[in-house]
């Protein structure tokens, strides 16, 4: 098979934050690391009698120091060679001179000290992420590569990536993501006035509606910094300053200052709106011609240096949808109900409406959804509003159409199409637009308080020299 690339997208709402970092191990490695416990305080008794491959596991554990102490648990020095190496290799794929060895290091091992305590604060507020999902979301990996499970299984292999390894990065990053979610949902919230202030300042501001794509740099600061130490940050920020203007590669500084998550693969952002950078960066921002670079900016979380990679007038076109009445009965599936029950139950109704029985009144009968008290009726539904396996069925419907049983995660459907229509939604897209540009915007706020206010309660102790 000819080798590729594997690109890998999360179902989250913020995963893009959070890329994934796959990490390589040789065979031998491999093997040595299946002996090993997961922390260094459980290995066994060195004085019991145990196979040749064991002890030389156990020797391997001796000898691996240990990098950082987060809380109780520890990183060892094979743990952050490991994620140098893929990190490494990640920016010379990207094309992004890496930083030297010792920037490397320290980068790498702040970011996994803050992986660690991240997974630690969700273990302890019970987060967790099944099997089913996390084949779920392995199987949904390989169809958006094009890859059966099998091919997708020789890909990892000839990357030299072990799948057991593959397997927890991505229950890692789920979790964390979920994590970051959590706490965006509890927090963040976007009213209608706001939409309407947002949807006034675009029509009236200064900076225009363009948008706009980044490459930043951020030297975080945290609220139990004294003035001494948030200075050395303030210097570190205009060092990095420096080696720019000096002409240094913008990814190749980011990979070696920024602190944040983007920082190994150029420190670029999305395209985004200037009005979605809040007043101070619109400000900042708006009068750079592309490839310009700000001065060091300072902000709540830190110091900031942007890149103007190139801007673009931010489309207003009509917005014209196919949208579907429609109306559902759902039988769940869970602990009093199971696959093949709530299978049988759906197929039984499906028979009697048939034979003449009213689709509306089985479903306030029957139906286990909010919409069972209006006989099923889900409204006008545009695209995206359910599921793939939902939406399949309903689009292959003529108006009048029962469909067959449908199973989604859920559990099982009928489904009835009532009526289509072609629906002008610009001014609701317009809203919807401006109400996630603000969800982002305070989002990203949220999130960065959060991991700050981890980092600030965490007990962190550096181990490895130089770092």
Not at 70 to 98: C, F, H, W, Y
Not at 199 to 214: F, I, M
Not at 335 to 358: H, M, P
Request: aromatic fraction near 4%; glycine fraction near 4%.
């Amino acid at each position: 098979m000819k080798k590729r690339n594997i690109t890998i997208s999360l179902l989250t709402a913020f995963v893009f934050l959070f890329p994934v970092s796959l990490v390589a191990e040789t065979e031998a490695d491999a093997e040595a690391e299946a002996f090993i416990p997961d922390n260094i305080n459980d290995a066994p008794d060195t004085d019991a009698e145990i196979p040749g491959q064991v002890q030389a596991a156990q020797d391997k554990i001796v000898l691996d120091r240990i990098a950082a102490i987060v809380n109780e648990e520890v990183i060892t020095q094979k743990e952050l060679d490991n994620a140098v190496s893929t990190a490494t290799r990640n920016l010379m794929q990207q094309g992004i001179e890496p930083p030297d060895q010792d920037s490397m290091q320290t980068q790498v091992l702040e970011t996994l000290v803050i992986k660690s305590i991240q997974l630690q604060h969700a273990k302890e507020i019970g987060m967790s992420v099944s099997d089913s999902e996390l084949d779920e979301t392995i199987h949904r990996i390989a169809d958006e590569n094009k890859l059966s499970i099998q091919e997708f299984y020789s890909v990892l292999e000839q990357d030299g990536i072990s799948f057991n390894k593959f397997r927890q990065e991505i229950r890692d990053e789920i979790i964390m993501a979920r994590l970051k979610e959590r706490q965006i949902s509890s927090q963040v919230n976007v009213t209608e006035g706001e939409v309407d202030n947002f949807l006034r300042t675009q029509e009236t501001s200064a900076v225009g509606n363009d948008e706009y794509l980044l490459a930043h740099i951020l030297v975080s600061v945290t609220e139990h910094m004294d003035d001494r130490q948030i200075h050395e940050k303030s210097q570190r920020a205009e060092l990095a300053l420096k080696k720019l203007q000096e002409g240094a590669d913008f990814a190749h500084v980011a990979a070696e200052f920024s602190d944040a998550p983007d920082a190994m693969s150029g420190g670029i952002l999305d395209w985004r709106p200037i009005t979605q950078m809040g007043p101070t960066f619109a400000q900042l921002l708006s009068p750079l011609e592309t490839g310009e670079i700000t001065p060091v900016v300072q902000s709540p979380n830190g110091f900031h240096i942007f890149k103007l990679l190139d801007r673009r007038e931010q489309e207003n076109r009509n917005v014209i949808i196919d949208q579907t009445h429609t109306r559902h009965i759902l039988i769940k599936v869970n602990e009093l109900t199971s696959e093949s029950d709530a299978r049988e139950q759906i197929a039984e109704l499906k028979e009697r409406i048939d034979s003449g029985a009213n689709f509306a009144e089985l479903a306030r009968l029957h139906s286990e959804d909010g919409s069972a008290s209006s006989g099923g009726d889900l409204g006008w539904l545009s695209p995206g509003n359910t599921v793939p396996p939902f939406e399949k069925a309903m689009n292959a419907l003529l108006p009048g159409q029962i469909s067959d049983p449908v199973k989604t995660q859920f559990g099982w459907h009928l489904i009835q199409v009532i009526e289509r229509r072609t629906q002008d939604v610009s001014s609701e897209h317009e809203r919807e637009t401006a109400r996630q540009a603000i969800r982002s915007r305070k989002a990203e706020v949220v999130v960065q308080e959060m991991l700050r206010q981890l980092r600030d309660q965490a007990y962190v102790e550096y181990r490895a020299e130089d770092i």
